[in-house]
């Protein structure tokens, strides 16, 4: 059963302001993702980190930043929301070795109005 | 560069019929990996099966099965009699090391 944690589950912000997805696992794994995904749709890598210290970006251009301090946390950080950020964001995490599976949190559905 | 194609966006069937999904990849590894994850209307992605590039055997778990023929570069999963509950969006994925491709999806509804 996969521990992944992300809060918070809905947001709905108004355009301008900064805000801050959490996300945490409790497994031990190294590499740590961000997704964005408008609903039932493909998923689009814009973040991700092999470890402490490490951040790299994805295939698409996001204007969020990520920080990786410590090995179970890996915030995602959108300093002034916009309308176009309303998405779905999700964070997985996987083993370090390569070719595993990642395991997925559950998702914040952020609206920006 | 690696790709994922799912050709189908939406299947609708009715409870207790047989269903697949198909998934083709491209690569140029000899060495590589592919996943299949649901997403239920909750909308986490829960994993399901990772088969490697070596490994043609097919393989069944329950109500589902996968089938892997790299002569057509093909991952194709089937659900046997299925159920409401499998109404979801099915990704096919692959991975050759460094990260993982998704495909577009494929939203099956089953209906009662």
């Known amino acids: 059963e996969a521990d992944i944690y992300q809060t918070p589950r809905y947001l709905v912000i108004g355009t301008g302001k900064k805000i801050t997805l959490e996300c945490s696992q409790t497994m031990g794994h190294d590499k740590m993702y961000w997704y964005q995904q408008d609903p039932g749709m493909e998923l689009h890598l814009i973040h991700y980190?092999?470890?402490?210290?490490?951040?790299e970006k994805g295939d698409l251009s996001s204007e969020s930043t990520v920080s990786r301090i410590r090995t179970e946390h890996f915030p995602l950080t959108l300093e002034s929301a916009r309308p176009s950020h309303t998405s779905q964001y999700l964070c997985?995490?996987?083993?370090?070795?390569?070719?595993?599976?990642?395991?997925f949190g559950p998702g914040t559905r952020l609206t920006v109005l | 560069a690696q790709k994922v194609t799912q050709a189908q966006t939406e299947i609708s069937v009715v409870e207790k019929e047989d269903v697949t999904l198909d998934c083709v990849y491209e690569t140029r590894d000899t060495t590589y990996y592919l996943f299949w994850y649901k997403q239920p209307p909750s909308g986490e992605l829960v994993f399901l099966i990772r088969r490697n590039s070596f490994d043609e055997q097919n393989e069944i778990s329950g109500r589902y099965s996968w089938n892997f023929q790299k002569s057509t570069s093909s991952f194709n999963f089937t659900i046997t009699a299925s159920q409401v509950v499998d109404s979801a969006v099915y990704f096919c994925a692959l991975s050759e090391g460094s990260d993982m491709r998704f495909g577009a999806g494929t939203r099956l509804t089953v209906k009662p």
């Open positions: 980190s092999y470890g402490v210290n490490s951040t």
């Open positions: 997985a995490s996987s083993q370090i070795d390569t070719y595993n599976e990642q395991f």
